[in-house]
């Protein structure tokens, strides 16, 4: 009940295409979802996060939906660009403690 | 930008011996955690600590493993009698406060056991 499964494991986009990430949990106590940017070699940095009391939240061209009944949510990057290429990893914790379950990770490339 | 730091970046070490992974966290920040990645895997958390006292640890975070914040500024993760199975990327992350707060990570450590 832990899990945070995220699809698909890689993904190839053109410029300019806007890449989709998804991801489902089942604990309904997760209640901050953050999504992690890592480039080879890095640490995951934090690219934008989400709470279940919004359905949307956008930062610049990252844009997560959150679909609380379905308990997913989702990562879409807009007029991606070569450098966006990196994994992301999405991932859930909740308000009683602070330990972060990630998903499985997707390599996006996004070629030019 | 204030940056989680790590040392070293990467270690090599034979198996059986103990090793300390060390991390300088975000200076405002109280609260700390260690998670593990191995190789082609997902981030796994390993422990948070919070006024000196571990606040939260995962299944893997056995009496293997202890954490500590020597001074006002390191903390850090020894590893005792290490097992070909600990070789990972360790990352060190800090957060301002606690539960459904940002976390910031470190560009980890390679730990190789041979």
């Known amino acids: 009940q832990q899990q945070v499964k995220q699809s698909p494991q890689s993904l190839i986009v053109q410029k300019g295409g806007i890449p989709i990430i998804n991801c489902a949990y089942e604990n309904t106590a997760f209640d901050y979802f953050p999504w992690y940017q890592q480039f080879p070699g890095k640490g995951p940095a934090l690219l934008i996060a989400?709470?279940?009391?919004?359905s949307e939240k956008k930062e610049g061209r990252f844009t997560i939906s959150f679909n609380k009944s379905a308990k997913q949510f989702s990562l879409h990057i807009m007029d991606s660009q070569p450098g966006d290429s990196a994994t992301y990893f999405c991932a859930a914790s909740n308000n009683a403690g602070n330990m972060l379950t990630f998903g499985g990770g997707t390599r996006l490339m996004v070629k030019p | 930008e204030p940056e989680v730091t790590q040392t070293p970046s990467h270690q090599v070490t034979q198996m059986g011996q103990e090793v300390i992974l060390r991390c300088v966290p975000i200076s405002n920040h109280l609260y700390f955690y260690w998670y593990r990645q191995i190789l082609g895997q997902k981030v796994e958390f390993l422990v948070s600590?919070?006024?000196?006292?571990?606040?939260?640890k995962s299944e893997i975070f056995d009496d293997q493993f202890s954490v500590e914040r020597p001074d006002g500024s390191n903390f850090t993760l020894k590893i005792r009698s290490t097992k070909l199975e600990d070789s990972a990327m360790y990352f060190c992350a800090s957060s301002e406060q606690g539960p459904g707060q940002p976390q910031h990570f470190g560009d980890g450590t390679r730990l190789s056991i041979l």
């Open positions: 989400i709470r279940p009391d919004v």
């Open positions: 600590f919070y006024n000196n006292e571990i606040s939260e």
